[in-house]
């Protein structure tokens, strides 16, 4: 008898058993390439971005990363679960973005990648998330080779380098009257292929470029390339690079017989930090930038940039507004792909990667984003601005 309700009790407890609640188990989309990034309860979602947060260029770094932990705390709740900011200081060259996209592809929760920052670092950085399924969308990133690898997982909401050299060689030509032009650049991926940029359209416009120097990163005493750029008698000088190495020419222009000569610069100069370097030697100077208008949403968000942090946005870098739109284009694709069982959030891989390539008229604060086959995702074209009276103003 007392067998029998034994018995009895255990069949009952196995039924209960069979009834109640499967394990959770991964959706059919995991089984795609690449699989998928498995979020549990308490974990967050991880995008990542890797820019100089140290030394000469920390102030690109800074600013990104900054908008972009706005960009999280206005999208970040994908199905309850949190997006992250995983954010590394690569130092904006090859060898530091090689070892940063290491480590961030050893994380299963990190699942796209807001960045790199600087070109040479991206170049780097790019086979490493290619070959395990994270898709990129640098708001920075600007060599026109970069989306020309077939690469499918680098994607970039920021102009080329062509558009801008094009544009600024346009700009010397047509609407500052400049016939003799000077070029120099930092050697770098970035600076020295805008330079060439400019140098090949300046001169397909019928300018005469007289001199294209190069000069050494992280120096303080640029007088013997400025002597040889002067000794050519340039009427501009235009100069592929970023604002360290630009403020010391700058300021050692006049020094080296090139005073009145005009300075243009491109996108990596823009900022208070130049001009705080520059002081009344920066009056003048041009730079093109991707600063965009005073729209309703970029003033709402210079607001909260500011209480935030305590300076204005773009105050740093010209990429603090697509910096907050590479984050929420890359949420916005995040969401759509996916899925809730259980307790557990899974992320097929491949479908993000589609997805970003794919995405189509995402409202940014800076413009509407739409990906082409190759990764070009730009909302909008480069603004030039001068210095007046100590400030960055739009250029006429």
């Given at each position: 008898?007392?067998?029998?309700a034994?018995?009895?009790t255990?069949a ?5 058993a ?16 690449f699989g ?35 960009a ?8 309850g679960?949190k ?26 929760t ?32 600007t ?12 994607n ?11 544009g600024?060689a346009?700009?010397?030509?047509e ?7 000077a ?9 020295q292929?805008l ?13 005469e ?23 050519a ?18 300021n ?5 017989g090139?005073s ?13 930090d130049?001009l ?12 093109a ?42 949420i ?19 479908a ?7 995405m189509?008229?995402?409202?940014g604060?800076a413009?509407?984003i ?18 007046k009276?100590?400030d ?5």
């Amino acid at each position: 008898m007392k067998r029998t309700a034994l018995f009895l009790t255990l069949a009952v407890m196995l039924l209960l058993a069979a009834c109640g609640p499967a394990a959770a188990t991964a959706p059919d989309a995991c089984n795609a390439e690449f699989g998928c990034a498995t979020i549990s309860q308490g974990q967050t979602i991880k995008v990542g971005f890797a820019g100089p947060m140290t030394g000469d260029y920390s102030q690109f770094g800074i600013d990104m990363s900054n908008a972009m932990k706005l960009a999280v705390a206005d999208f970040g709740d994908v199905q309850g679960f949190k997006v992250e900011m995983a954010i590394e200081d690569d130092g904006g060259g090859a060898e530091g973005g090689a070892a940063v996209s290491n480590k961030l592809v050893s994380d299963p929760t990190f699942v796209a990648m807001a960045g790199h920052a600087f070109s040479g670092a991206t170049a780097a950085a790019i086979p490493i998330y290619e070959k395990a399924g994270i898709p990129m969308m640098s708001p920075s990133a600007t060599n026109p080779d970069l989306t020309t690898t077939g690469s499918a997982v680098f994607n970039r909401n920021a102009f080329t380098d062509t558009e801008q050299g094009i544009g600024a060689a346009k700009y010397l030509y047509e609407k500052l009257g400049i016939r003799k032009l000077a070029l120099m650049h930092d050697g770098g991926d970035y600076g020295q292929g805008l330079a060439a940029v400019v140098r090949d359209n300046f001169q397909s416009l019928g300018g005469e470029v007289v001199a294209f120097e190069a000069v050494t990163p992280g120096e303080s005493d640029y007088s013997a390339p400025l002597a040889a750029v002067a000794s050519a008698q340039p009427e501009a000088l235009y100069f592929g690079g970023y604002n360290a190495e630009a403020s010391v020419l700058v300021n050692q222009m006049g020094q080296a017989g090139l005073s009145g000569v005009v300075f243009f610069g491109g996108d990596g100069i823009y900022g208070k930090d130049f001009l705080s370097k520059v002081g009344a030697n920066g009056e003048g100077v041009y730079s093109a930038t991707l600063v965009p208008p005073g729209t309703d949403p970029i003033i709402k968000f210079n607001q909260v940039y500011l209480s935030t942090y305590g300076t204005e946005a773009g105050v740093l870098s010209a990429y603090t507004w697509n910096s907050y739109d590479a984050v929420g284009a890359l949420i916005s694709a995040i969401k759509s792909v996916a899925i809730v069982e259980g307790d557990t959030l899974y992320i097929p891989r491949g479908a993000l990667v589609e997805a970003v390539r794919t995405m189509k008229e995402y409202q940014g604060i800076a413009g509407v984003i739409t990906c082409q086959a190759n990764g070009e995702c730009n909302a909008s074209g480069p603004v030039f601005y001068i210095v007046k009276d100590g400030d960055w103003v739009p250029a006429e």
